[in-house]
């Protein structure tokens, strides 16, 4: 069973044993660098299976400020990660697929996430429109990785 639920700091040491495989890493944000995004509009949050941290995300209420294809009442999803133990085995669509039902029940005045991911991580793609996202036909350019594409789902 997966399980999303607000980061704390009493799951600091968890979230720092996260490992990511090293070609997975020009796409995502460190666990330290994760846990190091301290802001009001970004709220930080963790996967568990089984009660045990394997990935983590931050919902980003201020998205549509920084990326022009979010409207103002889109929700920003980021940094998702999943620890490289547990791929391989669905987790990483369990994961999604649970914290888009928990977006939809937590940010009712949301329409719909928005996420970019690079074009080269032919996975992660996958994963997301296994869980319903689609892909909006846009790229983003802004990523150190490269061009990325603009995926969405609606929360209603």
Avoid: W
């Avoid at 990326?67 to 990483?92: H, N, T, V, W």
């Avoid at 009712?108 to 996975?123: E, G, I, M």
């Avoid at 846009?138 to 061009?147: Q, S, T, V, W």
């Amino acid at each position: 069973m997966i399980k999303v639920e607000r980061f704390s700091n009493l799951y600091s040491a968890e979230v720092l044993q996260i490992s990511l495989p090293p070609d997975q890493l020009r796409y995502v944000c460190t666990p330290k660098s994760f846990m190091a995004d301290h802001c009001e509009t970004t709220h930080l949050y963790l996967i568990k299976s089984e009660g045990v941290v394997i990935g983590y995300f931050k919902a980003d209420l201020a998205y549509f400020k920084s990326y022009s294809f979010c409207p103002e009442d889109g929700l920003g999803m980021r940094a998702f990660a999943i620890d490289k133990s547990c791929q391989g085995r669905g987790l990483g669509v369990l994961s999604v697929q649970s914290i888009v039902e928990y977006l939809t029940q937590e940010y009712r005045y949301h329409s719909s996430v928005y996420l970019t991911v690079n074009c080269n991580n032919l996975k992660a793609i996958r994963c997301y429109k296994k869980c319903g996202f689609l892909d909006t036909g846009d790229l983003y350019f802004g990523g150190a990785a490269g061009p990325q594409h603009v995926m969405r789902i609606s929360l209603q």
